[in-house]
Every structure is written in C-alpha cells, then in structure tokens.
C-alpha cells in the first residue's frame, strides 16, 4: 500500500501501536457504502472503465455480505478497515481492485466514513432520547394530580405535582433532542474528493458523491478542512455529554427516592441489585451506573478536546483515536437511555409517602406570603417577614401552619384572618400555581399534550 517508499517492513510493534482495525471494523459498512459511491463517480467521468466499475462494485457487494456474516478476518499488517476491504477486493477480482483508490486518499476515506457513522449515531440517539421521553409523558399524565415535595438544597421548599417534577426532564431531554439534530445538520457535508488535503487533478464529480451518499449539503468547501475537521465528533460528543449530566440528575433522584428515608419510589426487582451479605438489601445498581457514566460522557469529550486541540492542519495519526472515544461513548449512551426508560416504565411510586412530605417543611409558606399581598394588601417583603413569624411560632409549637390557631395567627399580625387557611393545603397550594410553565394540573396536562405534539 505505501511500501514503495521504505526498503523494510515496521516492527511487530509498530504494527500494534499502527493498526485500528479492533476499532474502525465498525465502519465497514460505511466504508463500502463510500467505495460504491466513489467508483460509480470514477466510472460516469470516464476516469476508469465500466467493465472495472462492475466487477468492483460487485465485488464490494460481496465483501459487505461476508462481513455482515462476521467474516471479516482481522490483520495487523492491514492496518484499517480500508484496506482490509480493498485487499479482499483484490483477492476477489484481481488487479482491477487497485482502480478502486483513484482519486482518494484514506483521508478523505476515513473522513467520510466516520462522518456517515455519527449522523447514524445521532439519529439513534434521537430515537433512544424519544423512547424516554415518550416514558416520561406516560408517567407524569398518570401522575399529573399526584402532590409531592418541590426541593432548594434538598430542603422542602414548596409543593408540586408529580407529573409537574417529570415535565422537567422531558425538557431537559428534549434540548438534547435538539442538540443532536443541530450536530447533525452541520455535519451533514461530504469530505470524499479532497483526496490527501489539496484535492486532486483527476476531474471528480463531488456533487455526485455527496448526493449519493445522502448529504444534504453538498461536498465540504475546503479540502484542507475536509480531512483535518473532527468537529463533527466533537458535536457529537457534546451532545453525550449534555444528555449524560440529564440522566445523571434523573439517576440520582431515582437513588434519594428510593430510600429509606424517602420512599417515594420503589425500584423492580429487573433494575435493582442485592447484597451479598445484607438480604434485605434493594440497591438502585441500575441508576448508580448511569450516574457513573455521566462522568465518562465529559471524559470523553475531554479527550478528544485535547487529541484535536495542538494539531496543525491536515491529517495527524493522533485523529486515529478520536473512533474509539466516540464508539465508547456511543455504547455507554444506548445503555444509560436504554436503562433509564426502563426504570421510568416499571418504577412504583408511593404517593402517601410523596403527599405526607409535601406537607412538612411549612411548604405552604409562600401561600400565606402571598395571602397577604393578595387580600392584605402587605407590601411582599413584609409580608415575608410576617410569614416567617408564623413558621417561627408553628415550629415552637411543634405544629405546621395549619396548626396555629385562629388567635395565634392574629397575635402575629392582625391582619391574618380564617380564611386564609384556604390556601394553607397542599392541594390548594398547587391549584393555585396556574402561570405559564407552573404546577397547576391542568397547567401539566396542557404541557403534556404540547409536548406530545413535539414528539
């Protein structure tokens, strides 16, 4: 392949530390789909002959039903995916196999590959991140009237629906929803005919290749860029990462829910774990993992950051290990969607326990607050200042706010009369919180329906 050049062949070890065919072998059906392409192109310039074009595609054709059978045979000595493909093509028609890598390089081969690869891999990101989602709508419309703490540090701060609480990771989730459709519409340019990193003097048709091979845009503009860009991957990356710190959050309140002195949420037995010594042990393994892999979603962004960011222009053997900090990070995040639409599907909640800790913590505190402003007319601050008062006395008085009597609520400050006790339950508190975007439920039952309609 280069061995002109070299009056002797590398080391064993080189040979090791060369090869990336126990990585880029996932690109083989990539890297046929660009060979079809490119030959097609060579034939309708008239660059190589039809005669070759057939016996070369027809060949390709059969190497893809070999590897699609797992007969793909790994060498060292064959370095790539490429030229394991371009070698078994030649064992397969002969010389004629050598026409097949005119007019490219293995710079603009392996750009376009992997360019294919991570738009595919962003749309079953699309499609695993619809999957939690469409889990996510199914619970909280369940759930849509079912009260439970709403938290600041971990503190009871006020009462929210259920429902209300999950609508919160449908957004999360559908940003990143979004996030892969915007990587994937930048990507979406072909790098196949600039060749080594100048393009080359054989009169290509690149607009035939991109459209081919289903670019919508169209060949990259620069060649220089076209074998040099990773951004694509990084995009991806990002994307992972983003979509990791959301499963992340969701794992570690799955993990607080379900225990102990929570129990909002109990786990089944397909997503939980025991102890090898405690056999009442129930542990949330499922949801500890996702949140562990969160972790290895930035490392990974991290680590090609770093491959991509002292390179001068065009190819360095450094971009060969972006393939396999992309495929791990592709495997991790089908496993942490997979897991977590599992857990929402199946996961029990315990809504006695959710409603008991709603109404602990003078929850409603603000409800009394704003009782003020409404019917007192009391400036908010002061109004604040009051209320805070009455949290005062009603935990003196080891009660919650509904405790006070009529006489004690007056003492504090007379305007406060019996009818403010209207907003001093739970359910009343979420009633109220009819603004766009809050708790109310009718207010999550609309978000539902809106949601949906995005799906």
Known sequence: MWGGRFGGGPSAIMQQINASIGVDKRLWRQDIQGSRAHVAMLGKQGIISAEDVAAIDKGLQQIAQEYADGKLVENLA???????????????????????????????????????????????????????????????????????????????????????????????????????????????????????????????????????????????????????????????????????????????????????????????????????????????DAAELVRAKAGEFLAAFTRLSVVMKGLPLAYSKDMQDDKSTVFAAFDDLGLCLASMTGMVETLTFNKAKMRAAANSGFSTATDLADWLVRVANVPFREAHEITGKCVKAAEAKGTDLNGLTDAELKAIDARITRAVRDVLSVEASVASRTSFGGTAPANVRAAIAAARARL
């Open 78 to 284: 064959l370095e790539d995916i490429h030229l394991h493909v371009e070698t078994r093509l030649k064992e397969i028609i002969g010389p004629a196999a050598g026409r097949l890598h005119t007019a490219r390089s293995r710079n603009d081969q392996v750009a376009v590959d992997f360019r294919l690869w991570v738009k595919a891999a962003c749309d079953e990101a699309d499609a695993a991140l619809k999957a939690l989602i469409g889990a996510l709508l199914k619970r909280a419309e369940e759930h849509a009237d079912t009260i439970m703490p709403g938290f600041t540090h971990l503190q009871v701060a006020q009462p929210v629906t259920l429902g209300h609480h999950l609508m919160a990771y449908v957004e999360m989730l559908s940003r990143d929803r979004s996030r892969f459709a915007d990587a994937k519409a930048r990507m979406d340019e072909c790098p196949l005919g600039a060749a080594a990193l100048a393009g080359t003097s054989f009169p290509i048709d690149r607009q035939m290749t991109a459209a081919a091979l289903g670019f919508a845009k169209g060949p990259t503009r620069n060649s220089l860029d076209s074998v040099s860009d990773r951004d694509f991957a990084l995009e991806y990356l990002s994307a992972t990462h983003m979509t990791g710190l959301h499963l992340s959050r969701l794992a570690e309140e799955i993990i607080i829910w379900a225990s102990q002195p929570y129990g909002f949420i109990t786990l089944p037995d397909a997503w939980s774990t025991g102890s090898s010594i405690m056999p009442q042990k129930r542990n949330p």
